[in-house]
């Protein structure tokens, strides 16, 4: 069966430190991979998806990054991180073709203080 | 382009009663519609997903959703409200199942069950 993991679960970090949150799924390959935000009262937002190794497109502009160095890894990155980047950030995976779900980690909170 | 929009942000029943939770859709090609469920500080779960079949979709936990093209909705009901029912639901829409699909969600719907 198909698994997906996230962490860390919960990070709080400084304003101005780097950031680097991983997702891997297990048990599938060649997925497309998805990172999302969920401010408070904001619903989710898409930030990045990735169809394939290196394959990278960005929804929203802002202070984030995202790489996918391994098929089934998926990273989500800062330089520096700014005070409106707190939220809980969940990844998700996805079986190319029609008909199939996608299905989300467990989620990392991530407060900067 | 895609969006759902999911009216008001927070319904409150009683234990027992029926659950209604609206959504309704845009999309320029025919959708393929989800509700999930997430619990406090937990990922999202997935209830139910039209792709394109019957458009009366039986999800987990009692609930369903009926997909009405004519009206551009996808509203998720439960006969009877349970305590453990009580978390946030997000509708969400994908117009595209190949390479580049991705989920666009409504802002979410608190739910909350009165004893």
């Known amino acids: 069966s198909q698994t997906i993991h996230q962490w860390p679960a919960t990070l709080v970090q400084p304003v101005g430190s780097p950031l680097s949150l991983e997702c891997t799924v297990e048990g599938t390959s060649n997925p497309n991979l998805y990172w999302y935000r969920q401010a408070a009262g904001r619903g989710l937002q898409l930030l990045f998806y990735s169809v394939g190794i290196g394959q990278i497109s960005s929804e929203v502009p802002q202070n984030l990054s995202a790489s996918r160095p391994q098929d089934r890894q998926f990273i989500l990155s800062s330089k520096k991180l700014l005070l409106s980047d707190s939220g809980f950030y969940l990844c998700?995976?996805?079986?190319?073709?029609?008909?199939?779900?996608?299905?989300f980690g467990s989620g990392t909170r991530l407060t900067v203080v | 382009a895609q969006s759902v929009t999911q009216l008001g942000s927070h319904v409150s029943v009683s234990e027992g009663a029926l659950v209604l939770l609206r959504c309704n859709y845009s999309?320029?090609?025919?959708?393929?519609l989800f509700w999930y469920v997430q619990y406090p500080n937990q990922g999202l779960q997935l209830l139910l997903k039209?792709?394109?079949?019957?458009?009366l979709v039986k999800g987990i936990n009692g609930f369903e959703a009926e997909f009405k093209k004519s009206e551009t909705s996808f509203h998720l009901t439960k006969p009877s409200a349970h305590m453990s029912d009580a978390a946030e639901y997000f509708c969400a829409v994908s117009s595209d199942t190949g390479a580049n699909s991705k989920l666009t969600f409504g802002k979410g719907i608190t739910l909350s069950v009165r004893p």
């Open positions: 039209y792709t394109s079949a019957a458009t």
């Open positions: 999309s320029s090609v025919p959708p393929y």
């Open positions: 998700a995976w996805r079986k190319k073709g029609p008909n199939y779900g996608y299905t």
